[in-house]
């Protein structure tokens, strides 16, 4: 059987044809192709695109989305769409599961092959204890895993922590929120830890008059995508302003992922997945990420016993969608 599965989120639509050899076999990509989201109306219109042409009728279709997901509706969370499950079956005319992202991402840990996760940490994991997945890409995502007996693996469940309250840490942090407050009133973890929250944080910067920022830098990141081109100029060392905003961005990633790991006791190990951990690997093995991730008081001990791996492969939450939609019936979520 060939599935349609999606990965739909702020920015980009992925969206890829896949079947099995095996039901115990790997994913075997038969197409993939990328959208701009914000160029079309709906994921229908998308789908229609996507699949015109080729052939292929799906006989299932599952797709990880950025929101959360309520009687197989979404409201898209930094996307103008309105998403509903009985709309997309209708269209496509087979069984459509719809899920959180970040739980399309832990459905696809288990698709990835040798050297697709780089561990930060390695830890002491715990068999069978819960897992977590924090995601900066968009926006900011996360999830836990439980151990299942009865299926013998794990079992993702959503989350919208990423829309708890920012936890500002120092006095710097919380100088940063209080302009933050000024230009949002409520913060929440999102403003910082995520695309935009580079941006954000690079505009606060520039705003205390402390850093230059070069006619150049502002006209690069002017033409292009901004936050992207912030940190490639952090990693080169190349403007102080976009050092100093990607460490502060580093630091708060680093601290939200142990936040999570300590809120669901994730002896199991916590994943860093998205678009941007892969990009800027280099300023997450320089240590600032662990410190953050370890700096619990107390708690430290614990946390230094918790495996931190990073999933290189941007494409995990399309291959768990895949993954969702080529199992039984019975099994979908």
Not at 129 to 147: F, N, S
Not at 179 to 207: K, N, P, Q, T
Not at 218 to 246: L, N
Not at 319 to 327: K, S
């Amino acid at each position: 059987m060939i599935v349609l599965a999606g990965d739909i989120g702020g920015t980009k639509v992925d969206l890829g044809l896949f079947s099995r050899t095996d039901p115990a076999g790997p994913l075997v990509e038969r197409a993939q192709a990328r959208y701009p989201s914000r160029v079309y109306r709906d994921l229908e219109s998308i789908c229609a695109e996507f699949l015109e042409g080729r052939g292929v009728s799906p006989g299932a279709a599952a797709f990880g989305i950025a929101g959360p997901i309520v009687n197989g509706r979404c409201e898209a969370t930094n996307l103008p769409w309105v998403i509903e499950q009985t709309s997309l079956a209708r269209q496509l005319r087979c069984p459509v599961g719809m899920l959180n992202d970040l739980e399309a991402t832990a459905h696809g840990i288990p698709e990835l092959g040798a050297g697709q996760i780089h561990a930060l940490n390695e830890g002491q994991e715990v068999r069978e204890a819960a897992r977590a997945i924090v995601a900066a890409g968009t926006g900011l995502g996360e999830a836990y895993m439980v151990w299942d007996a009865s299926l013998g693996r794990y079992a993702p469940s959503a989350s919208e922590g990423g829309h708890c309250d920012y936890p500002a840490r120092n006095s710097g942090e919380i100088e940063m929120l209080g302009h933050l407050i000024g230009r949002f009133g409520r913060v929440s973890v999102e403003r910082v830890v995520s695309g935009m929250g580079i941006l954000e944080i690079f505009g606060y910067l520039a705003d205390t008059g402390r850093y230059d920022v070069p006619a150049q830098l502002r006209e690069t990141i002017a033409a292009g995508d901004a936050a992207a081109e912030i940190s490639r100029a952090a990693m080169a060392e190349r403007a102080p302003i976009c050092v100093e905003t990607m460490r502060r961005f580093v630091a708060a990633y680093g601290a939200e992922a142990g936040n999570l790991a300590l809120k669901v006791m994730a002896l199991g190990g916590l994943y860093v997945g998205g678009g941007i951990a892969p990009k800027i690997l280099p300023l997450l093995t320089d240590g600032l990420f662990m410190s953050s991730f370890l700096d619990k008081g107390r708690f430290a001990p614990l946390m230094s016993r918790i495996p931190v791996r990073v999933i290189l492969n941007e494409r995990a939450a399309l291959l768990g969608a895949a993954a969702v939609a080529a199992t039984s019936p019975l099994e979908r979520h």
